[in-house]
């Protein structure tokens, strides 16, 4: 079975700093794998898709990264603001379970004034 | 605005009740899903349908019960056999196709046993 794991549960920096944030996985037949943010008592916005055929995807300050071989995902933000204090997720979809999406527990990050 | 709308934001229930939770979505996906989440803890899937009238058991599916009579619609109830039902239940919706299963969410219903 697909086990996700996201290290360190919870992330202090100061605004301006690069945040990185990691997702490993243990079944690299992935298909998909998404990354989430969540505010407290809020639903999951989503970030990014990475296609398994891709090395990495980028939308504005956020930048992730895929590979598939060693059962790794980055997320890199960079010039971290106050605003992006949150729960970060990330979610894979296997090829023998399509559609389905394994979550990892997230990452709790606060960026100080 | 497209999106899926989830209904109540809060829910209470007694001992011994049913409980639905209501998801609805216009973005016109096939597949939808109901996950679960507790403290510390990732999201658990409880049930997923991928086409009107088709569903089947996630993760933690007992104590659960779904019905997918529309594409746009998937309730959830919550049935008395669950004993913990307090947590944050969440929705999403996905299309189905080669390229591109990317997940959306709702804004979640928050359950609370009283």
């Known amino acids: 079975k697909q086990e996700v794991t996201q290290i360190p549960a919870a992330l202090s920096v100061p605004e301006g700093e690069n945040l990185v944030l990691n997702c490993s996985f243990t079944?690299?037949?992935?298909?998909?794998l998404q990354w989430f943010r969540q505010d407290p008592g809020k639903g999951l916005t989503s970030l990014l898709l990475?296609?398994?055929?891709?090395r990495e995807q980028t939308s504005g300050r956020l930048n992730a990264s895929l590979d598939k071989s060693s059962g790794r995902s980055t997320l890199y933000i960079a010039a971290s603001q106050p605003g992006d204090s949150a729960t970060y997720l990330c979610?894979?979809?296997?090829?023998?379970?399509?559609?389905?999406?394994?979550f990892g527990a997230g990452t709790q990050v606060v960026v100080t004034p | 605005d497209g999106g899926i709308t989830q209904s109540p934001k809060y829910l209470f229930r007694k001992e011994g009740q049913n409980v639905t939770l209501s998801c609805e979505q216009n973005?016109?996906?096939?597949?939808m899903y109901w996950y679960r989440q507790d403290p510390g803890q990732g999201l658990r899937l409880i049930y997923y349908?991928?086409?009107?009238?088709?569903?089947q058991k996630g993760d933690i599916a007992e104590g659960y019960s779904v019905s997918r009579e529309k594409k746009e619609s998937f309730p959830l109830t919550v049935t008395s056999a669950q004993k913990n039902p307090t947590a944050f239940y969440l929705c999403?919706?996905?299309?189905?196709?080669?390229?591109?299963?990317?997940?959306?969410f709702g804004q979640g219903t928050r359950l609370t046993v009283v």
């Open positions: 999403a919706s996905s299309i189905l196709s080669a390229l591109n299963t990317e997940a959306f």
């Open positions: 079944d690299s037949a992935i298909y998909n």
């Open positions: 990475i296609q398994s055929s891709q």
């Open positions: 979610a894979v979809t296997t090829t023998d379970s399509w559609g389905k999406f394994q």
């Open positions: 973005l016109n996906h096939d597949a």
């Open positions: 349908s991928q086409i009107v009238n088709d569903f």
